[in-house]
């Protein structure tokens, strides 16, 4: 009996998004919850990596056709890693101004709106 | 020959100029004003067009129509444009009365022209990648909006909008890779083709579904619209105008234009689902909005519950359903704005936010009180265009079922309830002789305009029908915006 590791690897991908985002949901401090948003984003980076994977993918190179992956999907990963390097950073810099005004970053103590 | 792309590169020059002329006030309002009568023009030429031709597609950097990044525009979309360019005018004028001693002015003006290059880019692309760009460019400037002021309350909300974008542009972003993984393509017209003719795949259902949360989030729809009532009441007044009247009706044209006229609301079994997912948003949004005091908290709810209604149209899929949706959208937008920048007057003028202290505000402020009372008059079907958006909604909800008309019915019912709560109290005799302190012009001329325009669409009200019904045709018939995005 033989395993698809491409199916697992796509599992395994979705698993590290999904305990990113349950990192980022069960902590109250705003370091722990960029740390597992984060981690989330890795998981999807990896997910589209790998959907560019193909066995007999080629492209034209400087003339001459050679063995290679989706290049669409490079393309991709690379304006994604960058809106979620934006996201992260406006949130530790929202986290710090907290910091600043109330002295503390612990989110289950901000809990002025609420209803 | 048309030129869509202006549309989203206008507002980025205007993004970078404004933070290049910061020192310069008067040379930044000089810009900011041509930059809008630039988008003002470019919205008529590209409008006239559309109406001639039906649909416009444009391909950027001169590639064949559906190999490069790919626009298109058709009528439904071009009241989108329009919406979005008028309200973030009224909104530049509005906040121009406040700014009077603002040292930021210049972040400001940037950040709204990032908002607005956003929201035109999500009702232009035609593929799903630059579609999720643009949401995220939306969503992030509108973050840092919402903590403009900078008090502690701010940053929290900004920080529970922001932390759940980011979940869902994750799911989003696994959805479209999802997508091209089965399809081979990103561009929205070849995805339709292959939703189409591969119905009741399981894999469609699932990327359709985190494509929905992706959009679902910015569009506040039940359950995920937690962050809005907070980011809304937390916001300057005049980007909650703009966020309420002009991105929500951006992230509801994205819904529509992918997922009801592109994919198709029969292709996809989970689609199915919308028109209940609509109602549920509607009457808890009108339910959440009965017990409020805080009265743009109030507003935010109702526009949430306002949000449901017009997404329950989009799914019934019936052709009145989209001619309410269409004169719902018409309508909803100016009377959102009017409502938020009236709600942002008194609290401006009697520096209190819950409703139930703002006893006497008629004698006070009678012009503010009115602008709010024809807001209403508007939002929940009054004599104005208002009435024959909810004749039409009304008529699709009892078509499709009695069960949904009646749910309809009641949400409309409850959002007329709260509003009628905050009038009672605003023409009730004053408490006390505490008079109110003075307006800004500006901040009054941006409350006239929409006024002017809610009075104006009133009378167009024959015309605005016979639109509803051009354009409910083309978003049944959604093989000629395929078509358009595909290139043939």
């Known amino acids: 009996m033989s395993i698809d590791l491409g199916i697992v690897a796509y599992n395994l991908s979705f698993l590290l998004m999904l305990l990113g985002i349950y990192c980022a949901l069960s902590h109250s401090d705003?370091?722990?919850?960029?740390?597992?948003?984060?981690?989330?984003?890795?998981?999807?980076?990896?997910?589209?990596?790998?959907i560019g994977y193909t066995q007999s993918g080629s492209t034209l190179a400087s003339g001459a056709v050679v063995p290679s992956v989706d290049p669409l999907m490079e393309a991709l990963v690379l304006t994604a890693v960058v809106i979620e390097t934006g996201f992260m950073m406006l949130m530790l810099a929202i986290g710090i101004r907290i910091f600043q005004e109330e002295g503390h970053m612990d989110l289950s103590l901000l809990r002025r709106l609420r209803g | 020959m048309s030129n869509l792309y202006y549309l989203v590169v206008l507002p980025l020059i205007g993004a970078l100029l404004s933070l290049v002329l910061a020192r310069w006030r008067r040379a930044s309002i000089l810009m900011t004003s041509l930059i809008l009568g630039a988008l003002v023009v470019s919205v008529i030429t590209v409008g006239i067009d559309v109406f001639d031709h039906g649909i416009v597609t444009e391909s950027v950097g001169?590639?064949?129509?559906?190999?490069?990044?790919?626009?298109?525009?058709?009528?439904?979309?071009?009241?989108?444009?329009?919406?979005?360019?008028?309200?973030?005018?009224?909104?530049?004028?509005?906040?121009?009365?406040?700014?009077?001693?603002?040292?930021?002015?210049?972040?400001?003006?940037?950040?709204?022209?990032?908002?607005?290059?956003?929201?035109?880019?999500?009702?232009?692309?035609?593929?799903?990648?630059?579609?999720?760009?643009?949401?995220?460019?939306?969503?992030?400037?509108?973050?840092?909006?919402?903590?403009?002021?900078?008090?502690?309350?701010?940053?929290?909300?900004?920080?529970?909008?922001?932390?759940?974008?980011?979940?869902s542009s994750f799911i989003f972003l696994g959805g479209i890779v999802l997508v091209y993984d089965q399809v081979g393509s990103l561009n929205m017209g070849v995805i339709g083709v292959f939703m189409r003719n591969e119905s009741g795949n399981i894999m469609s259902d699932i990327s359709v579904a985190m494509m929905a949360i992706g959009l679902g989030l910015p569009a506040a729809i039940f359950p995920l619209h937690t962050?809005?009532?907070?980011?809304?009441?937390?916001?300057?007044?005049?980007?909650?105008?703009?966020?309420?009247?002009?991105?929500?009706?951006v992230c509801f044209y994205a819904i529509v234009r992918l997922f009801s006229q592109v994919i198709g609301l029969n292709s996809v079994?989970?689609?199915?689902?919308?028109?209940?997912?609509?109602?549920?948003?509607?009457?808890?949004?009108?339910?959440?909005?009965?017990?409020?005091?805080?009265?743009?908290?109030?507003?935010?709810?109702?526009?949430?519950a306002s949000g449901g209604l017009a997404l329950a149209l989009a799914g019934i899929g019936t052709s009145r359903g989209f001619q309410g949706l269409v004169l719902h959208m018409i309508?909803?937008?100016?009377?959102?704005?009017?409502?938020?920048?009236?709600?942002?007057?008194?609290?401006?003028?009697?520096?209190?936010?819950?409703?139930?202290?703002?006893?006497?505000?008629?004698?006070a402020m009678p012009g503010v009180c009115l602008a709010f009372l024809v807001g209403c008059l508007a939002d929940l079907g009054g004599p104005s265009l208002g009435f024959f958006s909810k004749a039409y909604m009304m008529f699709a909800?009892?078509?499709t079922s009695a069960l949904m008309g009646l749910v309809g019915g009641l949400s409309t019912v409850l959002i007329a309830a709260s509003y009628i709560r905050v009038v009672q109290v605003l023409v009730s005799s004053p408490a006390s002789g505490d008079g109110?302190?003075?307006?800004?012009?500006?901040?009054?001329v941006a409350i006239g305009a929409l006024v002017a325009s809610i009075v104006l669409l009133t009378f167009l009200f024959w015309p605005l029908i016979s639109f509803a019904e051009t354009t409910s045709l083309q978003i049944i018939d959604g093989m000629r915006l395929i078509a358009a995005m595909v290139g043939i």
Do not use: H
């Open chain 2, 397 to 399: 909800f009892v078509e």
């Open chain 2, 436 to 444: 109110a302190g003075s307006i800004p012009n500006a901040m009054l």
């Open chain 1, 30 to 50: 705003i370091i722990k919850v960029v740390c597992g948003l984060s981690i989330s984003s890795y998981g999807v980076t990896l997910f589209v990596i790998q």
């Open chain 2, 227 to 249: 962050w809005l009532p907070d980011a809304f009441s937390r916001a300057p007044s005049s980007i909650a105008a703009l966020l309420a009247g002009a991105s929500k009706l």
């Open chain 2, 62 to 167: 001169g590639w064949p129509v559906g190999t490069g990044l790919g626009m298109a525009l058709d009528l439904l979309g071009v009241v989108i444009v329009a919406a979005v360019t008028g309200l973030s005018a009224t909104s530049f004028i509005y906040f121009s009365g406040k700014a009077q001693s603002d040292e930021r002015q210049s972040i400001f003006y940037s950040l709204v022209f990032f908002l607005v290059a956003g929201l035109m880019g999500m009702t232009l692309v035609t593929d799903i990648f630059n579609l999720f760009v643009f949401v995220e460019l939306s969503s992030v400037s509108a973050c840092v909006l919402v903590s403009y002021n900078r008090r502690s309350e701010d940053f929290e909300a900004a920080l529970k909008y922001l932390v759940l974008e980011t979940i």
């Open chain 2, 331 to 363: 309508n909803s937008a100016p009377a959102k704005a009017v409502l938020f920048l009236s709600a942002g007057c008194l609290i401006y003028g009697l520096s209190v936010r819950d409703f139930r202290e703002m006893k006497g505000a008629w004698s």
């Open chain 2, 269 to 304: 079994s989970i689609l199915r689902l919308i028109p209940w997912i609509g109602l549920a948003t509607a009457l808890f949004g009108a339910l959440m909005a009965l017990v409020q005091v805080d009265i743009k908290r109030l507003l935010g709810y109702t526009t949430i």
